[in-house]
């Protein structure tokens, strides 16, 4: 054999195992408990991850509810200062979903207007989250004081100069009037321990935010 075929053959088994050095064989892939514990990992990762995920946006669906109460009282209390009349805010819950209205006047319109669902951005469903008050009636606090476990109804009254208006009987408005919304507990109708406050804390009408257990008179 002379040295051309020699170099010949050389050259060859070399570009052979370059070929196999980087373009392996196509049918390697993995084997089934390859399969199994790859999908074994992603499910132990995923139960990990969703309690975590499932508080995120529980929390982030009861702050954007409670940041649609206080622009919702802003907004009345603007309108009364602007236009020289008196506003209120009603609230309600209808089929497990907490609404507002802002309106002129110090009674809630029954027909004719368009309530707006709190933390609508956030597309909630009927029940994920509570709204609950201490307001029994205009600017009125319930016999207690203290935020009632029914679902809430409210209205919240500002005159003409953005304080608190008098209630109906002409007395002087109480002050400290909350507002909450709160995630309910997982498979129940009950406020959790994730909460959120507005609270119109002066005859003047300034107003508050507290959360959790954070919320005193």
Known sequence: MDNLTLKLLHTRICNQNTKERFHPQSDAGFTLIEVLVVVLMIGVLAAIASPGWLAFVNRQRVNKANDAVLAALQDAQREAKNKKLTYSVSFKVEDNVPKFLIHQGAVTPTSGV??????????????????????????????????STAPGTAIITFDY?????????????????????????????????????????????????????????
């Open 114 to 147: 368009v309530w707006k669902s709190l933390g609508q951005d956030m597309a909630s469903n009927p029940g994920q989250v509570l709204l609950y008050t201490n307001i029994s009636a205009s600017n009125t606090k319930n016999a207690t004081g203290e935020v």
């Open 161 to 217: 100069m953005g304080a608190l208006a008098n209630k109906s009987n002409g007395t002087v408005a109480d002050t400290c009037l909350k507002v909450m919304v709160a995630a309910p507990k997982t498979g129940t109708t009950e406020a959790s321990a994730l909460k959120r406050y507005v609270i119109v804390q002066t005859l003047l009408g300034g107003m508050r935010t507290a959360k959790d257990s954070g919320c005193t008179n």
